[in-house]
């Protein structure tokens, strides 16, 4: 979808402090094969008594008083997350709300995975497009992947999981960057690969042991006929949504100055992203998420906010953002730098 007259008028995020990976295997934390194979230097790590929605707070602060937004501007709050906000039963975008903007704007709360950012980024553009009484949304994303429920280090295979929280404001008053295009798509047949085939459960995170993602895949690997079909077909979708995203905002990948991609170990981000799509990790923050790690559907806001804070954004560079998730979906987005004032 091409958008016209919108735009990213403030940014935030909050990470906290980090832990080293070579620690992390030193102590057997961090399998030591996986520690060389990924290149993954440090995450960070939320301190203690913090939430995940605290961190969703301060970067919206953030963003929000940059963005020069009050809050009678905002239509729309959406808050992206993938585990524990800090309470059972709850809703976490209304406490974000509460303490950042107030107001009476409708506040939701997404679960698309590792694809929260981009997701929140496409529906906020939908809503200030249709809704023309809104000048402004706000997504947020964040998430602390803690203990027992999930082990940072082992509950995944390709990365290491980090904490920390990031903020965009979308608005239609103008603002340093201007989103072009967004598209997304799903493949729902591929939702038992995290789903796995152990049966449900009657409360969250109940089984013995923290998540288990890797025996999740390899269960759905043991009953998939063809997985190589399957891999090379996440590439095709991969292409596909990037494609539509670049022509509706009337660009190439050879015009994209800069990609922001989830923080995986370098193996899985060349084979996912820079290879597919024919660009460089130098083009790419990649380098960065080495020191961050995989903060699930945080990870581009995130990028966006260090490429713009770090001045490697110039006016007229354009920002490819691509998101892709358990379910399976994906989301492309094509944002062009206008200015900056930090």
């Known amino acids: ?3 016209d007259n919108l735009y990213i008028a403030g940014l935030g995020a909050y990470l906290p402090g980090t832990t080293s990976a070579a620690d992390a295997a030193a102590s057997g934390a961090f399998d030591r094969q996986e520690y060389q194979e990924y290149g993954i230097r440090a995450v960070t790590v939320a301190p203690d008594g913090m939430p995940a929605v605290d961190m969703a707070v301060a970067a919206a602060s953030r963003a929000v008083r940059r963005s020069g937004h009050k809050s009678a501007d905002f239509g729309l709050v959406l808050h992206a997350s993938m585990y524990h906000q800090g309470q059972d039963m709850w809703t976490p975008a209304h406490y974000i709300q509460r303490e950042v903007l107030g107001g009476t704007a409708m506040a939701l ?13 496409e529906l906020a553009a939908s809503h200030l497009a249709a809704r023309k009484d809104s000048r402004a949304a706000l997504v947020t994303c964040a998430d602390a992947f803690r203990g027992p429920g999930f082990d ?10 980090g904490d920390g929280g990031a903020a ?38 109940s089984r013995p042991g923290p998540v288990d993602l890797r025996g999740r ?10 997985p190589t079909a399957v891999f090379s077909g996440l590439v095709e979708r991969l292409h596909t949504v990037v494609g539509q995203a670049l022509r509706d905002a009337g660009a190439t990948l050879g015009q994209v100055t800069h990609l922001l991609h989830a923080n995986f170990g370098t193996p899985f981000a060349e084979s996912q992203f820079h290879k597919p799509l024919g660009i460089d990790a130098g083009r790419t923050l990649h380098d960065w998420g080495l020191d961050v790690g995989h903060v699930g559907g945080a990870d581009q806001l995130l990028g966006l906010h260090q490429l713009m804070e770090s001045g490697r954004g110039r006016r007229g560079d354009l920002v490819l953002l691509v998101g892709a998730a358990m379910g399976f979906s994906w989301s492309a987005a094509v944002a062009e730098v206008t200015n900056w004032a930090p």
Do not use: Q
């Open 168 to 205: 965009l404001v979308l608005s239609r008053s103008g603002g340093p960057l201007r989103l072009l295009s967004t598209a997304s798509a799903a493949t729902p047949e591929l939702e038992p690969i995290f789903r796995g085939y152990d049966g449900w459960t009657d409360a969250p995170f």
């Open 217 to 226: 895949k390899l269960a759905w690997l043991a009953k998939e006929t063809d």
């Open 152 to 161: 940072r280090w082992r509950s995944d295979n390709n990365c290491v999981w």
């Open 1 to 3: 979808m091409r958008w």
């Open 109 to 121: 709360d997404i679960f698309p995975g590792a694809n929260g950012g981009l997701a929140g980024v």
